[in-house]
């Protein structure tokens, strides 16, 4: 009788412990995910006013529900850009306002380069972040397995030409978070009249910095440079966007 009660609490061990062995594991903070999608649909709208000249970019949506972008991760590529309806006086503009759909699967880091262009006889900055194909005004954004470390863009043409000082090129790593955190920056010089948008940190000038970046938490605010004292941050037309891939 003895040996048969230690079979049976054998046989019940033995049993318990098979059931374990096919269940799932816990799930862990750190455990991967399933990914919700691996394009990055980057819509880059450009707005300016009727009459005047006044570019205004945005790639993600500010406080100011007029100046909207749909950039977003998915799946598959999005068939046409999708912007917000201006102000009525500011409205959307090509060729600049551009969709641009990047495979994050391809490579390592995703690549964004951010060209600023300037003119002096409108006194007006525009600022591009996304490839416009055939365009003299478009940023070499690219995902890849090698950083960037030089910033990529078309010449500009007529009266825009490029400024180096405030163009520059950040390599996120896509490794480093569930994340990518976009942020956008908007600056306004009251007595030129002129918006100045940043996506990125500037190659040479700090005061416009921006905290675009990889990471396992989402941004709900923009860390903004406080400008230069001249151009000043506008927090209504400000934003960021926490794009996740799982």
């Known amino acids: 009788m ?48 009727t ?18 972008a749909a950039t977003n991760i998915s799946g598959a590529p999005d068939g046409a850009l999708s912007c917000g309806g201006g102000d009525g006086n500011y409205t959307t503009v090509p060729p600049w306002a551009a969709l641009h759909s990047l495979d994050l699967g391809s490579g390592r880091y995703l690549n964004l380069h951010q060209c600023v262009y300037y003119s002096d006889l409108q006194h007006d ?3 591009v972040i996304a490839q416009n194909r055939g365009s003299e005004w478009s940023a070499g954004t690219n995902v890849s397995d090698t950083p960037d470390t ?8 007529g009266l825009y030409q490029l400024v180096p ?27 030129l009249a002129d918006h100045f948008t940043t996506f990125l940190p500037t190659s040479g000038d700090g005061r416009f910095t921006t905290g675009t970046k990889v990471s396992r ?21 400000s934003g960021t966007k926490a794009l996740s891939r799982t």
Not at 219 to 225: F, L, Q, Y
């Open 2 to 49: 003895r040996h048969q009660g230690r079979i049976r609490t054998w046989l019940a061990t033995a049993v318990a412990a098979a059931l374990l062995s096919v269940l799932p594991a816990p799930a862990t903070a750190d455990e991967v995910r399933p990914l919700a999608g691996n394009t990055l649909n980057l819509h880059q709208c450009v707005y300016a006013p």
């Open 51 to 68: 009459p005047g000249v006044d570019y205004l970019t945005t790639v993600v949506p500010g406080s100011d529900g007029r100046f909207t």
């Open 125 to 127: 900055h525009l600022t």
């Open 150 to 157: 030089q910033v990529s863009c078309g010449p500009g043409r």
């Open 165 to 191: 000082l405030l163009s520059s090129v950040k390599a996120l790593d896509l490794t480093a978070g569930r994340y990518l955190n976009l942020q956008q920056c908007q600056y306004f010089y009251g007595r």
């Open 217 to 237: 938490t989402a941004d709900t605010t923009p860390a903004c440079g406080s400008g230069d004292g001249n151009y000043t941050l506008i927090p209504l037309l």
